[in-house]
């Protein structure tokens, strides 16, 4: 171990204002000698602030024209650097710090590495809240995740028979890692993509958190070609519901129906 005892705890807030924190993430808010901040809203990170006299903002690592991961690498710059400085340090993340966030796993792994004490606490992430509010249960169907940039640019298997949820369609196509939105020519090559598994008229949804009590969730449902001309933040959520049915095994059931049969003999005897 180093002399120093810097550490570093990446915790997550949760998605709405003062709903999803842990009484362990907020100790470790308010027992921190420095907390970084990267939150949804101004108004949560005044809440952060609340618990703790040093909070800084990470927000303003981001430019546009500037590729992420110049400002991830930033970011993780200035954690290690307090750290390494024998601080507790603490990196209040939206939603879960480990969802969709590289920057908690950058800090972590660096630190680590360098021989100082790393650890990450849960938080309830946006697809937390989409189960709930959409009221969908992954198990009863099947669902799989995508960033919809990595989806793009990359060949996966589709199952039309399960859900497919897409994050981060804003900023769907986005080569240059720069931009914070992506217009409609980007958002008709991912139509395009899915239309070879679903029907152009089949319902999807588009779905946004609340952030703050007072606000309200999005669920918006509507044709998958009518995505070209929707309002899509960096923030929305695809999610895209089973068109197919559920199509059974049979030689595998099968296998295992004479797998049964042959245990029940065996116990007959």
Known sequence: MNEQQGSIVCVGVGMTLGSHLSPLSRSYIEQADVVFSL???????????????????????????????????????????????GKKVVGAFYGHPGVFACVPHKVIEQ????????????GISAEDCLFSDLAIDPGQF??????????????????????????QVGIAGDLSLSKFSTGESYRQVLIDILSLHYPKDHQVILYEAPTLPIHSHRIES?????LLHAEIHGYTTLVIPPCQELIRNMEVLQRLDAIDKDHKNIKLV
């Open 142 to 167: 099947g669902c799989s995740h995508f960033e919809a940039s990595q989806f793009m640019f990359y060949k996966r298997i589709i199952d039309p028979s399960a859900y497919l949820i897409l994050w």
């Open 39 to 85: 939150v949804s809203d101004g108004l949560v990170e005044q809440w952060i602030g609340q618990m703790n006299p040093d909070v800084r903002s990470l927000q303003p690592y981001y430019h546009e024209g500037t590729s992420r991961l110049v400002s991830y690498n930033a970011m993780v710059a200035a954690m290690i650097a307090e750290v390494k400085a």
């Open 111 to 122: 630190a680590r590495a360098l021989g100082y004490y790393g650890k990450m606490e849960p």
């Open 222 to 226: 509507l044709p998958l070609s009518s």
